[in-house]
């Protein structure tokens, strides 16, 4: 079996369906989850806890939108990068997205608002 899928050549729709399928199924996984988890405390729990689940889900649902966002933005460029034939820019993409996490894992852990060390970098 070709572990490798070639989205320049052939048919693209069945290389984005079976591409999509995992991303697919785990956005409706996690869909799943929250349901019954708010079920089940709608089932047995309070209205205040079942306020806080609901709160919960939404708060997941947004940090798994804003990071598989983040990976399809770096995917595209080291497609690009691929396909201009410069593999060796796919490290700087790769360091320089790691660097801009750690600035703002940071900042938002112990740096104070007037603290310009991630904007040095």
Do not use: W
């Not at 079942?50 to 990071?67: K, R």
């Not at 691929?82 to 600035?103: A, F, M, T, Y």
Request: aromatic share 6%; proline share 2%; charged share 15%.
């Amino acid at each position: 079996m070709n572990d490798k899928a070639d989205f320049t050549q052939g048919s693209i729709l069945k290389k984005l369906i079976a591409f999509m399928i995992p991303v697919l199924g785990a956005l409706i996984l996690q869909a799943a989850y929250g349901a019954v988890d708010l079920l089940v405390v709608g089932r047995f729990g309070s209205t205040s806890g079942l306020s806080a689940v609901s709160t919960g889900s939404q708060v997941l649902n947004l940090v798994t939108f804003v990071v598989t966002q983040f990976a399809m933005g770096i995917t595209v460029l080291i497609a690009r990068y691929l396909g201009e034939k410069r593999p060796e820019q796919i490290g700087s993409v790769i360091v320089d997205q790691h660097s801009q996490n750690e600035c703002h894992r940071n900042f938002h852990q112990h740096l104070e608002p007037g603290d310009d060390e991630c904007i040095q970098q």
